[in-house]
């Protein structure tokens, strides 16, 4: 039977997505065995289950990756990195944010999968560029589950808020879904060095004055523009109390029960989704969406729902994000916003939008669109992981880290602990793997002093 594990970072961003491969897997098979866990809560669970396939996010920071390379070790798993990224450029500093600053095995992620065919092939060159995967054939393109029409249905159907939100919506003939996500005004510097805004740094301590005059900045700005942006939905929901408005808000903001939208309560027409809801579920409710230079702008293209763009003029990638969204007002033209709720907001078809949604997600209006289905092909189908040498350096560096110390205090818990059997003869044999690898660590390090 083979054993697949999915480790998520954010729930409410992942799992549904790895539901829908799940069931698809199970559907094709019955020999298969499938276990979804929270990233670093799972040590126990994957050392004990022993996949054979490892799916997760990109390993971008030096926590995950050595996280990874540890699992590797110990289950020599086939280990797959599956994106979540969605509506970013392509210049070097956005490129870099998204393969990470962080150093690893070539031969760490056997297959790397991509939404589109322009991010497989961009990334596709740094990761080379920077030996984070050992030939570009590993990387594979199959589109994003959310954005297949038909297929999500079936989730957002049985979710437990379904009925309450669609219920509130029916109350308004005109619905405007708002989308937020702002949660970097309310982190502190310490969280922006946890969420690897720093680079690889390992210590608070080493980060210059430089870069945190900069994320501060980025706090200020973000700080900024929330409050304008939700002021302008506020006057918009008091002129027109006939329009009921929807917010959304970020996963990463549910995740961080943020509660500056708690104001957005007074208002009778205004309704908060502060719980992980797919909007592929509100987007064939509404008559227009309000957003940021968010991903949702291409999901609701695809449902043929119109857009607003709301900036502040210092976006890099501001004459794109404009032709790429049906209506765009600057955060100081609140009024002519308001206006154009007020009125019939019309659907458009634009080519620069169509083009992106082929670039970053594989996407035409002319086929159908399948991703689920290829996604859990690349899975189930994985054969023969890549082996790391127990002399190479990125797996000495991952053995004697935080997270490879967590672990083998843990195994060597496990062994003092547990009943004589094959498991207890696995930890010692892994315990003794370690150990030589530490021993390795320390040959070189007094050869260096020499």
Not at 245 to 259: A, G, Q, Y
Not at 304 to 331: A, F, H, K
Request: charged content about 30%.
């Amino acid at each position: 039977m083979k054993k697949i594990m999915f480790l998520y970072h954010v729930k409410e961003r992942e799992y549904e997505i790895i539901e829908r491969i799940r069931l698809q897997i199970l559907s094709c098979s019955d020999d298969v065995e499938i276990k979804i866990e929270e990233f670093y809560a799972s040590i126990k669970v994957v050392v004990e289950f022993q996949p054979d396939v490892i799916v997760s996010i990109p390993p971008r920071d030096c926590y995950s990756s050595n996280y990874l390379t540890m699992m590797k070790l110990l289950t020599k798993a086939v280990i797959i990195s599956m994106t979540t990224e969605g509506n970013h450029g392509f210049d070097d500093s956005v490129v870099q944010d998204l393969i990470g600053y962080n150093t690893y095995s070539p031969r760490l992620v056997d297959y790397y999968i991509m939404w589109g065919p322009k991010t497989g092939k961009v990334l596709g060159k740094k990761l080379l560029e920077m030996n984070k995967v050992s030939d570009r054939k590993r990387i594979k393109i199959a589109g994003y589950a959310f954005y297949e029409v038909e297929g999500i249905k079936v989730l957002y159907e049985r979710h437990p808020e379904y009925d309450k939100i669609l219920g509130w919506m029916r109350n308004y003939e005109r619905k405007v879904l708002v989308l937020t996500g702002f949660s970097p005004a309310d982190w502190k510097v310490q969280d922006y060095f946890y969420l690897g805004f720093f680079g690889d740094q390992r210590s608070l301590s080493r980060v210059s004055d430089e870069q945190i005059e900069k994320a501060i900045k980025t706090k200020e700005r973000f700080t900024r523009f929330r409050e304008k942006y939700i002021d302008d939905v506020i006057a918009a929901a008091e002129q027109l109390p006939d329009i009921g408005f929807v917010v959304k808000l970020h996963p990463v903001e549910v995740n961080s029960r943020i509660r500056y939208y708690n104001r957005l309560s007074e208002y009778s027409n205004i309704y908060v989704i502060s719980v992980a809801f797919p909007v592929g579920a509100l987007l064939p409710e509404v008559d227009v969406m309000v957003h940021y230079n968010s991903t949702t702008n291409l999901e609701a293209y695809i449902y043929g729902v119109p857009t607003i763009y709301r900036y502040d003029g210092t976006e890099e990638n501001l004459n794109d994000c404009l032709e790429e969204s049906t209506y765009s007002y600057s955060l100081d033209e609140r009024e002519a916003f308001i206006q154009c709720i007020k009125g019939k907001c019309e659907f458009k078809r634009l080519p620069r939008t169509e083009k992106k949604l082929f670039e970053l997600f594989n996407w035409r209006m002319d086929r159908q669109y399948k991703p689920v289905e290829k996604i859990a092909a690349y899975v189930y189908h994985a054969r023969k992981a890549q082996s790391i040498s127990i002399f190479e350096e990125e797996l000495s560096k991952a053995v004697i880290s935080k997270e490879g110390k967590d672990i083998e205090k843990w195994m060597l818990f496990k062994l003092l602990t547990g009943k004589t059997g094959w498991k207890t003869l696995y930890v010692l044999f892994a315990l003794m793997k370690i150990q030589f690898i530490k021993i390795l660590v320390q040959i070189r390090r007094t050869e260096k002093k020499k």
